[in-house]
């Protein structure tokens, strides 16, 4: 599955040294600005903490984030480099040493040949990979990767051929280590990203996860333990209750999009990233996870959270490993008696079968070989699964069984009766064609704050507008206390007419969340500034900033740089539009979105023949797609190339039997030009059927009748717009 990972992260050895506590001269360098000793940004580096935090610094040293990312030698690459060769998805690995060096030759599915050097490796268990560096400051993460549990080689995406054009080619975005890892790998990591020359000088002040990662820069500290202070300012990060706790850790294992260049350790979440909502290219339907999603967005929907439990409740802050084996973990809320039983889990005791995880945190494995439970901490629901095909706990251990006989089982065990849960709502917004009723449901869960605000945003997310009430409700959710609700009310609103979408998003451009100033912002992307107040002038200014911050520290991903050519376009900048769109598809050459926004660019820039070349190569690449050549359609309308036209849009039907635009450009081409009454006739109707109360189509008919000498119907249609036409007024 393609996959967007939304992690920006960066490199180069900015080497510290410390003086007032301990230091490891290996990995700083002194900077003199003073007479007294001053580090980049304040980082001193972990050794200096271990002198008076030895029982911390012990239980960190080996652990995940102390491993997390570590130079090249004998010890640290686990890997078999013993002039080992392997064959895997039709390419060709050679693995070897020289001196102290290693390196793998690689013969790709392109039949290009070459050998890479090892620079350094990454992680350490259940796999390790290999990081090799590219021009313009890149470093790529090898699809080939060690697994440190059965001793072999594997690919990533097994048994897939990716492309070598592809982003999650191993050469390319996907896997580049300055954008996809980078930033949760290392400490004090600044990505230094050249939009201009699509380069990188990324930077750290720590190879590893340290103790500064999660701590703060500590030099401060340092000074003030040493001076003999009372207590008071430490100047540390101690993040003790959940709120403190999700800024400090949510940065790393979540799906977001940055909204600031670098990370800040401790400052608020909402205020450096975005939450990716439970989409449906990531999450199933219900919430639950899917694609490799990480922690933060399944424990957001949880009780647990709901309930206060952080983080550490659970897992040791330096170690990572949990804080009791079993059950144990559980019974520091849950009564065992109560849930530690076969009377609440009917299962032998002391089995598999009985451990509280494998019902209430299913998992899946990511990256070929890495187990990963699910942290929504939720109750089995076989029912859903019979209607929605979603995964639950039961069947999987009973693969042999079905939904059915699971969801009779639970309904045996606990009653017909489910408690509420906000997944049947979550089920609900993924359907089409919802009922009135279904709506209502639907629009009080999204204003209904007991429930999850990501669920409630995911909702909102999902919803299409269709009525006065779903505006409404709209409307009131800009008020919620979540920021992420917020926000999506925002983007709900972008086809309001720009009078609208001002007087709406200037109530919100000073609004205390960063992310909801950036939405505001956005809404009002068109707006002339020097129309507004001088007031309201800086405060928009003030958020455009934070907008177009927020774009350019995410333009090194291919739909980041995409959203850039969005900006310029929506600026009427058709120059840059076009430039940044044109990168889009060279990071990424399957973005297909990408290449109709370009084509579009072109049209309006007056280069008909680029926009054609455009799509021509975006049908060659996805065939299927309908968009496309609707869209060359209408060029070849505007060429004059009429049988052209037709043709691509009867394929754009074919392939959407949805797709009403088409029909609806058939039928006025059929009616005006062809003067083939009885064609126009039928594409109109067949438009009509999918969309009954389109006033545009209904008119088209109602001349189209008039034209055919079927007045008395031309006059019923022409009456029902007039009546709609005083009702609407």
Known sequence: MRQFLLFYLNFLFILLFVTSCKTDSNNYNK????????????????????????????????????????????????????????????????????????????????????????????????????????????KQVLRVTWDTIKNKWFHQYSGDKIATDDWLHWSRGGQNWNTMCAECHSTNLKKNYFVEKDSFHTTYS????SCESCHGPAEKHNNWANNGEKPGNMHILNSTDQTLQINECAPCPSRRVKLTKNLTPGLQFEEQYMIQTLTSNLYFPDGQIMDEDYVVGSFLQSRMYAEGIKCTDCHDPHSMELKFEGNKLCHQCHVPATYDSPKHHFHEQDTEASQCINCHMTGRYYMGNDF????????????????????????????????????????????PTRADHFSDAMLLSSKDNLTDNEKEILNAFILDVKYPYITRATAIDNMAITSNNDY?????????????VRFKALQKLTNLPQQEKAAVGLKHVNDTSKLVRIGAA???????????????????????DDFEKMLYANADFSTGRSNLGDYFFRNNDLKNAIKHYNISIQKDSFLFSVYTNLATAYSLSSDNQKALETLGKLIKIDPQNSRAYYLRALLYFELKENEKATTDLEMAIKLNPLDTRSMYN?????????????KAEKYIKKALKIEIDNQDFKYLLALIYRDQGKFKSGQLIMGELRKNQRITN
């Open 666 to 678: 058939l039928a006025t081409y059929y009616f005006q030009d062809k003067k083939d009454l009885n």
């Open 31 to 138: 900077i003199n600005t003073s007479k007294t000793t001053h580090h980049i940004d304040g980082y001193v580096g972990d050794e200096s903490c271990k002198s008076c935090h030895e029982k911390e610094f012990d239980t960190w040293r080996g652990s995940h984030h102390d491993l997390a990312m570590q130079g090249v030698n004998s010890k640290t690459i686990l890997g078999n480099f013993d002039d080992h060769k392997v064959t895997i998805d039709n390419i060709d690995y050679h693995f070897y040493k020289e001196d102290s060096s290693f390196y793998v030759n690689i013969k790709d599915i392109d039949n290009t040949i070459k050998d890479y050097t090892i620079d350094y490796v990454f992680g350490i268990t259940p796999l390790q990979q290999y990081i090799t560096s590219f021009d313009k400051g890149k």
């Open 522 to 544: 956005q809404l009002m992307v068109e707006l002339d500034i020097n129309t507004l107040s001088e007031a309201d002038q800086v405060s928009l200014q003030i958020a455009r």
């Open 372 to 415: 990963r439970r699910d942290h929504s901490f939720r109750i089995p629901r076989p029912d859903q699964s019979m209607v929605y095909d979603t995964p639950n706990a039961c069947k999987g251990c009973h693969d042999d069984e079905s939904n059915k006989w699971a969801a009779d089982q639970i309904i045996k065990w606990y009653g």
């Open 472 to 484: 409404n409700t709209i409307l009131r959710s800009l008020t919620d206390s979540s920021a992420l």
């Open 206 to 209: 720590v190879i590893n996860v």
